[in-house]
């Protein structure tokens, strides 16, 4: 199906309060939280590449599949409370909705089914019969440093959308901004310095975006 205009958001920190990788790590202890949301804090300020911390936070954690689960529970319980609204109010202007996420499809598809979001891009993790962890879609673009703009290109020869905005708060959202037509850094939950100096816009409230969408085209 072909998509007029097409708004994809990031969704760890976006449309949900909390990082995903990060709760997992949580659900291990302190010391497990603490070293994981330290990596993904290097990863998303830009300071390490994706690739250089997705598959050990993994490998330290060793997710079960009930802990993905609780982290699709976690994200509807955190969801940011002006998304249900924007979103009804974005696609009575004509935009299709999308979740472009470095995170996990298992546990985003629960918070996508709770915001009305038909299609996720993100990253399936591979379990056991027994649940227990068995690796990841290694050949995922969002797993590397700028697969994010391959999806979205990819998402566009598929799609063929008059237009494409972007809206996350970490540097790998930022990476699209050479291939969408818009990006908007969001920082309600994490303030990133390079996402708020580079972004075309940067908002601290969901609210904001629809007004944003009738400016002039600004990357």
């Known amino acids: 199906m072909l998509m007029s205009k097409l708004i994809l958001f990031d969704c760890d ?11 997992l790590g949580r659900l291990r202890g302190p010391d497990v939280f603490r070293r994981v949301e330290s990596m993904t ?3 998303m300020e830009g300071r390490l590449p994706v690739e250089a911390v997705f598959g050990r936070r993994l490998e330290i954690i060793q997710p079960r599949r009930a802990d993905l689960e609780e982290i699709g529970r976690r994200y509807i319980e955190t969801v940011e409370p002006e998304a249900l609204g924007v979103l009804a109010e974005l696609r ?7 979740i472009l996420s470095g995170g ?3 546990a985003i598809r629960p918070l996508a089914e709770y915001l009305g979001i038909s ?6 993790l591979y379990f056991e019969a027994d649940g227990n962890y ?5 050949t995922y673009p969002t797993t590397r440093s700028g697969g994010k703009p391959e999806v979205v290109e990819r998402l566009r020869a598929e799609l063929r ?7 996350g708060d970490g540097v790998s959202d930022l990476e699209t901004k050479s291939v969408v037509d818009l990006f908007v850094g969001f920082g309600r ?14 908002i601290e409230s969901l609210a904001e975006l629809p007004a944003l969408l009738t400016l002039p085209r600004r990357k």
């Open 13 to 23: 920190s976006t449309p949900s309060a909390i990082e995903g990788i990060d709760e």
């Open 41 to 43: 804090n290097d990863a």
């Open 92 to 98: 009575r202007d004509g935009w299709s909705p999308l």
């Open 104 to 106: 996990f499809s298992n």
């Open 119 to 124: 299609r996720v891009e993100a990253v399936e």
């Open 134 to 138: 068995s690796g990841y879609d290694t």
């Open 161 to 167: 959308p008059e237009r494409i905005v972007m809206i």
């Open 189 to 202: 939950y994490v303030r990133r310095a390079r996402v708020k100096a580079e972004a075309a816009h940067f």
